[in-house]
């Protein structure tokens, strides 16, 4: 069981500038190394202040600065053209940290300027393609208004309905003049050798008019009455417009797809520039944490410890004994601060959503403990008490299932797939628990296994172990029981850290120290004796003197110790301080008190919620008996059971959370830790 | 104790508000748009959010006109969300602000019939980009752009309902024909939306509508102040030969009632004032500068000899203004949202911030579009200022 974060060690390596570069892609290529800024800890470092420079020094700051702005916008612009082209990003791993070839950034900068320039004409001819389906539609959708063709225009139409005499050399005028305008223009089929004018029927928006009539003038247009042929046109007109729309649109999607392989056509360029640009952003984020004198660089990192070897072989293979290597240990350094050194979770992948649990409320210092194991069989027991039905259970491993399978691709990290195996565990632990308390959908299928949560909260018993569990207050018993566990269990892993951490002080006088824990479990065993007697009497006198009131005495020492190691200004007692270590230890004594109390009763919750989830469902049932009709009786016991799986399945996950962050959390986590984070390459895309 | 009336309307009401508050975009999003180098780019990096579908559009049709649209109806998409929510009593007020919006597709529709009626100009390329969800009493926009006679689109108005709320409709459309300026339609049209808003928020009780009427003053204020900058001739044309009654409603058409630094009878007062000494145009200037908006020495003249002499200043005043403007714009509604909380004052500020992050997004796609450089795009225009806005 891993209790403790992995262990860390710090490597501060010296090599020559000529290995410099080959060192860092093969340490790239390892992914192993979590970089510390050698200039910002010099001192930390063992070396001498200013000893040092910077890979960016101050003369080509400014233009190092640059450089990687531009190397970041450059980056950012690939990513866009291949996102919008519908197209996948170049995964991290598959950049070859072999690659000799630095970025042209110049020539990468105009290709995209020129695919750039290329797509934006695809869009302009776009433009005037949709301002052509514009002018359709808005045709179209004035001939709707008419019942047939004909000069008289219907109400609500804006259109001009009129037909003319064309001569045949002047009608592809006329079509192309009318181009920027919605009109429709028709004409009758091919004309006889004697006919040398065409009649045609033209129908444009009343707004037009008087440029169209400018239009009409010119091509000789002689207005006639509309000729029979020409009515009962309505249904070819609209059917040539719609058709005409359709090719406008058709010709839209075609630009569109243009536009779109334009960036297709480019992806491998694009993705070989994109890895040359990645490449050089991660190995200049790793030389800006390294210092350098004339002829060596000097860098160093945190490497867990059992890949010591592994970076040792690296190196020497890379260097040879061109170097100098120093491997220091932060549990026999004492001047490290703990804060600093980088933490690895690591666990199993099926135990992630629980490490997530522990990561929101803070990451553990290096060297305490990581309660992530902890976590899971306590925040698995509390909501399944809150949750105890199969049924139910087995609908939430159900979804949980799902949504942990649809978002499998998104990558460990992804909050939904997290948030779905969470849901997938508390269903299996719920169906554990509904098992014992034999709760399958509110009903009792089978026997429970250990009480029936059910008949004890509806007055009808406790099933096959009534002499155990009868009543509510025997199940609130139960989770004040669980509470006061899980509350030394927290004290004692406090001991555990500060044990680890040497703080003998905390490890004896804090909250959650030895006399905390020696307060504690004589205030509860006093309590439950008062319990068991029928709230008529106490423990004996020289009993609560030694399980309660010897500790809460020696915590009158806390003040003066603490006074003695830590005091401002003089370490020494003066009498003068007498007062205030009194006042303090009575304030001691009573937040002791009320935390202790509040923090125990708060875990009576578990039990609330449980009632109040068996509650839910009786009244369902109840509701659902006092229906005649036996469809819409099944259909509110169907939404009464939604309605409780939703509603109680939120609340239990939210109050075992609160449990923990707030009951258990608070007696030993030591967080402010900073999480392990390598210079790699094997992060998902 | 039960709760008061105003705590029972808003308690829900502005706690929905808040949570649209929080999801506005934040300011790296803006500075990041700012630096976009294309349209492509621009929407883009608003993709994956509530503005997503706009890269969507622009792909698909290529025209920065349908992104104009769409952000035209996100605008107006705020009151559809915000409608279901609100509390009743406050839904006629919210419905007067949604008519706020509703009117600056009015004037542009009355902008398109001007510029076919009146100018002779083709507009079948605008026409299109008029949203055709909107209508007033089933008048559309698009029946407005396509009148064919200035009767018919007095008639149509007369239809919508605007008779009841534009001042001197009819002679406003005569007068448009006559002198072949849109000018004082468009500022009737002003005039009345915020009239109308203005008599829906005294209905609300005290603490709202002096809520309301502090951000609209600002509002109105600013409309002023910039119209009474970029068209000086509205007062160098008031000459000592007018007569009082002359002058007053002169003022009434070209300055909207409710600032609270440059209201009507300010106005009025000054140019009474220093009509035997300075002249009416360049009292308006001194109420200008007195009104806190311009450090002294800023205001250029407002008489009409001064005009093109000192265009660039004015240009470069204006600049300088709308950006004051649109801060002071902003923090009144800050402090209106971190004010009272059972007040119309949250959603007041919300309509506010939303209006100014629909602008910034509108004013980098301009910017990109027509390569007027990051720097432009990183001055959202101060939307209250320009002809045709809205709060």
């Known amino acids: 069981m891993i209790l403790f974060p992995q262990r860390m060690q710090r490597l501060s390596a010296v090599v020559l500038h ?105 869009r302009d001819s776009q433009q005037a393609v949709q301002q052509e389906i514009h002018r359709l539609t808005e045709l179209q959708n004035q001939l709707a208004l008419f019942g047939d063709i004909t000069e008289i225009v219907p109400a609500g139409s804006y259109v001009d309905v009129q037909a003319g005499l064309i001569g045949k050399s002047r009608y592809s005028s006329l079509q192309s003049g009318l181009k920027p305008y919605p009109a429709y223009l028709h004409r009758s089929p091919e004309l006889s050798d004697d006919q040398y004018e065409y009649p045609v029927l033209l129908i444009s928006m009343s707004r037009d008019r008087q440029r169209i009539d400018e239009l009409l003038d010119r091509v000789q247009w002689k207005s006639i009455t509309v000729p029979p042929e020409f009515r009962g046109l309505k249904g070819e007109a609209v059917g040539e417009i719609s058709g005409r729309i359709a090719a406008a649109k058709k010709r839209q999607k075609e630009l569109a797809d243009s536009a779109r392989n334009l960036t297709v056509k480019l992806q491998p360029e694009l993705e070989e ?21 004339r002829e060596t660089v000097l860098f160093s990192g945190w490497i867990p410890a059992r890949l010591r070897g592994q970076t040792e072989r690296i190196i020497r293979e890379t260097v040879g004994d061109r170097c100098a290597l120093e491997w220091t240990e932060p549990e026999k350094n004492r001047s490290i601060d703990s804060s600093q050194v980088p933490v690895l979770m690591e666990h199993k992948r099926i135990l992630l959503p629980f490490q997530w649990l522990v990561q929101n409320y803070s990451i553990p210092r290096y060297g305490s403990i990581d309660p992530t194991v902890l976590v899971t069989v306590t925040y698995l027991l509390m909501f399944g008490l809150m949750f105890g039905d199969a049924g139910h259970g087995a609908v939430l491993l159900l979804v949980g299932l799902l949504l942990s399978r649809r978002r499998r691709s998104a990558g460990e990290n992804d909050t939904a797939l997290k948030l779905g195996k969470l ?9 554990v628990t509904g098992a014992l308390f034999g709760s399958y959908f509110g009903y009792s299928w089978l026997p429970p296994l250990w009480f029936d949560y059910h008949g004890i909260v509806s007055g009808h018993g406790g099933g096959s172990s009534p002499a155990l569990v009868s009543s509510i207050y025997d199940i609130l018993g139960i989770t004040i029981r669980f509470g006061v566990a899980v509350i030394v269990f927290g004290i004692a892993l406090n001991c555990v850290n500060r044990f680890r951490r040497r703080d003998w002080l905390g490890l004896v006088f804090d909250h959650g120290g030895l006399l905390g824990l020696w307060f504690y479990l004589g205030g509860t065993a006093a309590a439950f004796q008062f319990v068991a007697s029928g709230y008529s009497s106490l423990p004996s006198g020289p009993q609560l003197v030694l399980t309660v009131g010897l500790p809460a005495l020696l915590f009158l020492l806390k003040a003066p110790l603490e006074q003695l190691r830590h005091g401002e200004g003089s370490r020494s007692i003066r009498l003068k301080h007498i007062p205030s270590f009194i006042m303090e230890w009575v304030v001691e004594l009573l937040e002791l008190f009320t935390s202790y109390l509040s923090n125990t009763l708060s875990f009576m919750r578990i039990a609330g919620l449980g009632i109040a989830h068996v509650s839910l469902m009786t009244a369902f049932f109840q509701i659902a008996g006092s229906i005649a009709s036996p469809a819409a009786s099944v259909a509110v016991l169907i939404a009464g059971n939604a309605v409780v799986i939703v509603l109680e399945g939120l609340s239990a996950g939210i109050q075992a959370l609160r449990l923990h962050y707030y009951e258990f959390f608070s007696r030993y986590f030591s967080g402010s830790g900073r999480i392990y984070r390598p210079v790699s390459l094997r992060r998902a895309g | 104790m039960g709760l008061s009336r105003p705590a029972v309307d808003y308690t829900y009401f502005n706690a929905r508000v808040h949570a649209l508050i929080s999801r506005l975009l934040p300011e790296e999003t803006f500075t990041q748009l700012n630096r976009a180098g294309s349209v492509a780019e621009v929407l883009f990096l608003l993709r994956g959010g509530i503005y997503g579908d706009l890269a969507e559009i622009y792909n698909a ?21 915000i409608r279901k929510h609100a509390p009743k009593p406050r839904l006629p007020l919210i419905e007067g602000f949604s008519a706020l919006t509703d009117t600056e597709i009015l004037k542009h529709a009355l902008r398109l019939w001007f510029d076919q009626h009146v100018r002779g100009r083709s507009i079948s390329d605008f026409i299109a980009y008029l949203p055709e969800e909107v209508s007033w009493n089933g008048v559309t926009p698009q029946q407005i752009a396509n009148a064919r006679t200035p009767e018919e689109l007095q008639e149509l108005l007369g239809k919508g309902g605007m008779e009841s709320w534009v001042p001197a409709l009819a002679a406003e459309i005569r007068e448009t024909v006559q002198t072949r300026s849109l000018f004082y339609l468009e500022l009737a049209v002003d005039n009345g939306s915020f009239a109308l808003l203005l008599s829906r928020a005294e209905r609300l009780g005290r603490t709202d509508a002096e809520v309301l009427a502090g951000i609209l003053s600002e509002q109105i204020d600013a409309r002023n102040i910039t119209r009474c900058i970029r068209f000086p001739e509205l007062f160098s044309q008031i000459t000592p030969s007018w007569t009082s009654s002359q002058t007053a409603a002169h003022i009434q058409r070209v300055i909207i009632d409710g600032g609270a630094r440059l209201s009507r009878a300010a106005v009025l007062r000054a140019i009474r004032e220093g009509r035997e000494k300075t002249g009416a145009a360049d009292s308006v200037a001194q109420l200008i500068a007195a009104s806190g908006f311009l450090e002294s020495g800023q205001l250029p003249s407002l008489q009409p000899g ?86």
């Not at chain 1, 995964?91 to 990468?108: A, F, G, H, V, Y």
């Not at chain 1, 849901?423 to 169906?431: Q, R």
């Not at chain 2, 049709?61 to 969300?81: H, P, S, W």
């Open chain 2, 61 to 81: 049709t290529g025209d920065i006109k349908m992104v104009e649209l769409q952000l035209l109806r996100d605008r107006r998409q705020v009151f559809a969300g």
């Open chain 2, 306 to 391: 001064a005009r093109e002499q000192k265009r660039t200043a004015r240009i470069e005043l204006l600049d300088r203004m709308e950006h004051r403007l649109r801060q002071r714009m902003l923090n009144s509604a800050r402090r209106a949202k971190s004010g009272d909380p059972f007040t119309i004052g949250t959603f007041a500020a919300y309509l506010i911030l939303k209006g100014d992050e629909i602008d910034r997004i509108q004013a980098s796609v301009h910017a990109a579009y027509y390569g007027a450089g990051p720097a432009a795009a990183g001055k959202a225009p101060a939307s209250s200022l320009k002809e045709g806005s809205r709060l």
């Open chain 1, 273 to 293: 520039a994109w890895r040359e640009i990645r490449l050089g952003q991660l190995l200049r984020s790793m030389e800006l944490h390294y210092g350098t004198t």
């Open chain 1, 423 to 431: 849901i997938a565990w508390c269903g299996a632990a719920a169906v």
């Open chain 1, 18 to 122: 000529a290995d410099a570069d080959v060192l860092t892609r093969k340490l790239l290529d390892a992914g192993i190394m979590d970089f510390i800024d050698v200039l910002e800890n010099e001192e930390n470092l063992g070396l001498k202040s200013g000893s040092l420079r910077s890979a960016g020094t101050a003369e080509n700051g400014q233009q190092s600065g640059e450089h990687e702005s531009q190397l970041s916008d450059l980056r950012r612009r690939i990513e866009m053209f291949l996102q919008d082209a519908g197209l996948p990003l170049p995964r991290e791993s598959s950049i070859r940290t072999d690659s000799r070839s630095t970025p042209d950034l110049e020539r990468i900068g105009r290709r995209l300027d020129q695919l750039a320039a290329d797509i934006q004409q695809v």
